[in-house]
């Protein structure tokens, strides 16, 4: 299989391919997202209402995905901590018994994989859709069941990442598979 | 009677993360869904919970948001009628 | 020449009974898990299909003496231990847990994240406690989950990664869960109604299920199916309606039935999802009709056992494997006038029927959905 196309989101830096193609010393995750977006000229509005996680995955496949066709592209997604992030600000929200207010825009991202679904949405990509947990970053997993996709011709090409994010510790790094 | 107005133009822009749209833009008699601040199903949702937490109104029928979130004017009318905070 | 791939076994754990042939058997009576709770302080009761927790708990001391799991666990290691006791674990053998939220209400008035919350953390606690050798996979994909959960033991060991595999999945009533399904206005006043005119939400439940997937028989078995197919495609049209041409169940659907080399007069019947929304089960109508599926005997399981989120899709596959080898249909429950706007072949009694291909279908948020089709042999 090849890989080509690795985008990099860390410590404030966006890398394609090895080259740093946004960066900033913001403090915060969202912050740092705000800037990207509007970097990165990518008006999509609705970005602004995903969480953080989502936001993370997004503006990576954004920069390798870009304007072309991938009608023919899977999505195999994983991290560690789920959706955590948004569960506990949700959490939060229920906590008090005073203050119940519900939010139905925070609890629909308490799933990890509404972010592979946002992707999806953006580029119109009716196709294979996967999110797994795994307890750490497993490149030869994420490749294995990619490529099984690639071979049984249910697509000719794979999104493959790794969106972890938990506040302000985040990570992706999402790179495209072909056979 | 502005101030509300003025008020829920600022909550929903703020609530509903329109983070590229101006107060101007919003006309109060403009449709609020349907128009062109791209308002989805998630978002009728969310104004029932802010008719509640900032204006103390308990929607007893849903269905019936789609009256009341028609335009800003629709929206000030019900919250001037049905405010309990 | 790929290799096929068999689920040979199977347990449950829900509302009608630790057991599949408890289940089976209330199923039949018409029973349902169903029934107005007060589940939550300081709100109103509501329909749900609640494991009596301390029967759980009596039947746990019974086969454990461990005393350190979570309620959820609980549930997770009676499902588990009948099935794993019956096979040897090698490092060969895959174990795949698929849960939307895991032990969630660990979070409760936390101010950090508790160690149990990490799904990867519940997944290997699980597989320790078994002895499973090889690290697991959790499958978290919304209510598709339990569907999907079967398609990648299936995938996997067609790739020669694994022989053999336990799937098992689950999910847990809690006020998490619940707070935000009524923030959607989700769920319904009444016992739910899949499909039905006067349909008006989801009821939710919860559930665990274990299965047995293997590659190679041993001719011991009481029964196989082989899956024959898998997709699981995005609507890309919402996150959190479904697409009102049912793009990605429609494409799911085909896509499955063409690697099972199975047409629509083949399909015996169908295990749809059902979760008596108005858009959900009026989506799965239009996505059905597509497929020119519409003749085929169908039922959604939600009126018997709620939505079980992530325990759904395995919950109900077992189900539809229990109707194969009984030969007989069970009626959509709760299922009384028709209303949706195409037309589909709802299961209004049981039955008696010749069951041999079997198509399971399950959607979720995030646009996503599943279809896997089994075949009785």
Known sequence: MKKTDICTIEHSKIIVNNEVIFENQTETFSEFAKEAYKNLALNYPKFHKMDNLSKLAFLASEVILKDEDHSRTALVFANKSSSLDTDFKYQESINSQENYFPSPAVFVYTLPNICVGEISIKHQMQTENAFFILDEFDEKFLNDYSEQILQSGKADKVLCGWVELYQESYKAFVYLLTL | MENLREELKHKIIEVLNLEDVAIEEIKDTDPLFGGGLGLDSIDALELIVLLDKEYGIKLADPKKGKEIFASIDTMAKFIEENRTK | ?377
């Not at chain 3, 302080?41 to 086969?63: G, V």
């Not at chain 3, 199916?225 to 990605?248: Q, V, Y």
């Not at chain 3, 009984?326 to 209303?339: A, P, Q, V």
């Open chain 3, 1 to 377: 020449m790929r290799k096929e791939v068999y689920i040979t076994d199977y347990n449950c754990v829900t509302p009608l009974g630790f057991d599949v042939s408890s289940n089976w058997n209330a199923l039949l009576q018409g029973e349902s898990g169903v029934v107005k709770h007060k589940v939550i302080e300081n709100q109103e009761p509501f329909y749900a299909s609640l494991i009596d927790s301390e029967k759980l708990e009596n039947e746990f001391q019974k086969h454990f003496e461990n005393k350190d799991f979570t309620r959820l666990e609980k549930m997770f290691l009676l499902s588990l231990k009948p099935l794993v006791e019956r096979y040897n674990l090698t490092k060969e053998t895959a174990f795949i847990l698929s849960t939307t939220k895991g032990n969630i209400s660990l979070l409760k008035n936390q101010t950090t994240l508790p160690e149990g919350v990490f799904l990867s953390n519940l997944a290997q606690k699980l597989a320790d406690f078994f002895g499973f050798k090889t690290k697991p996979i959790v499958v978290s994909n919304a209510c598709i989950s339990g569907v999907m959960a079967i398609a990648v033991a299936k995938n996997m060991i067609q790739a020669g990664k694994y022989k053999d595999a336990f799937v098992v999945a689950g999910d847990e009533i809690t006020e998490f869960v619940i707070s935000g399904f009524n923030s959607f206005q989700a769920i319904g006043t009444e016992p739910c109604k899949p499909y039905d005119k006067n349909r008006n939400g989801i009821n939710i439940g919860e559930a665990t299920a274990a299965v047995y997937i293997t590659s190679e028989l041993t001719q011991n078995e009481k029964f196989s199916f082989k899956i024959l197919g898998d997709s699981a495609i995005n609507d890309a049209n919402h996150i959190s309606g479904p697409s009102r041409t049912g793009d990605g169940l429609f494409a799911s659907i085909r896509n499955a039935m063409t690697e099972a080399k199975v047409s629509a007069e083949k399909i015996d019947f169908i295990s749809a999802h059902g979760t008596a929304t108005i858009y959900n089960d009026e989506m799965e109508a239009v996505a059905f009709n597509r497929m020119e599926l519409q003749q085929v005997p169908l039922n959604s399981m939600k009126g018997f056992y709620g939505h079980c989120l992530g325990a759904s899709g395995l919950l109900e596959s077992i189900i539809s494997m229990e109707s194969a080898s009984h030969g007989t249909l069970i009626s959509s429950k709760n299922f009384e006038e028709m209303g949706i706007s195409q037309p589909l072949n709802i299961i209004k009694e049981n039955q008696l029927a010749e069951i041999k291909y079997i198509l399971k279908t399950a959607s979720g948020f995030g646009g996503c959905n599943a279809a896997i089709v089994l075949e009785k042999c």
